[in-house]
């Protein structure tokens, strides 16, 4: 049993945007499927922190979920600031159990146990001091955050978070959601929504404490990455 991580799938079964037009994506689908069914085995954990699918409304993501749903592992998936699929968790929950996709589980304001350790996450936001709308979901994504911490930690499990958005990008500082990591001593967090030129400025490795890692698709190759 392994616990694995890749985001920013953006899957377009069901609509006409493929990411093949972009510089590295090409016959990303295909490399997705080959690589994932190499890697992961039905035992195992692979958690999806957003960007999953560009369908606008669940039942236009079914096709997405269903090749999802066929390979290998558990999936945790959290959302990603392309998802407008999502909804509320109970209609999530629904949809997923009435398709068959019980392979698929959704991480919000919750955590699920792996061993000794809580997965635990939220979308995340970007940090813009000048804007108040953005200060408001910020704040509303920090406590998600710290909601899903704390129930890992009442259970008893040592948390590791993952996110969409990052929380460090270069030398920008998203103090919200930080703040929430080191109050809870968090040891490891991965985050994806970073794409093309802006890997260079990804932070990899640790900072005050804490192990950051870029895990999306076009940065680990489309392959999952084995992290536990």
Not at 167 to 195: R, T
Request: aromatic share 12%; proline share 4%; net charge negative.
């Amino acid at each position: 049993m392994a616990l694995f991580v890749m985001g920013d799938l953006h899957l377009s079964l069901s609509v006409n945007k493929p990411m093949d037009i972009f510089g590295g994506w090409d016959s990303y689908m295909e490399r997705i499927k080959e690589n994932w069914t190499r890697e992961v085995s039905e035992e195992d954990t692979i958690v999806i922190p957003g960007d999953i699918s560009w369908a606008m409304s669940l039942a236009q993501a079914e096709p997405d979920f269903r090749f999802i749903h066929e390979l290998p592992g558990q999936k945790i998936i959290l959302k990603g600031n392309h998802d407008y699929w999502w909804n509320t968790a109970a209609k999530m929950n629904r949809f997923l159990e009435e398709k068959g996709f019980d392979s698929i589980h959704i991480l919000h304001n919750n955590h699920y146990v792996y061993g000794n350790y809580g997965i635990c996450g939220t979308r995340g936001w970007i940090n813009d001091d000048s804007e108040p709308a953005d200060a408001k979901v910020l704040a509303r994504e920090a406590s998600r955050l710290e909601t899903s911490v704390v129930s890992a930690e009442q259970a008893g499990l040592e948390p590791i978070v993952f996110l969409h958005y990052p929380p460090l990008y270069g030398n920008e500082y998203n103090p919200d959601l930080l703040d929430v990591m080191y109050k809870h001593n968090i040891k490891k967090c991965y985050y994806g929504h970073v794409h093309g030129k802006g890997h260079q400025y990804a932070v990899n490795g640790e900072r005050d404490g804490i192990e950051f890692r870029l895990v999306s698709a076009d940065y680990v190759q489309f392959c999952p990455v084995k992290i536990m």
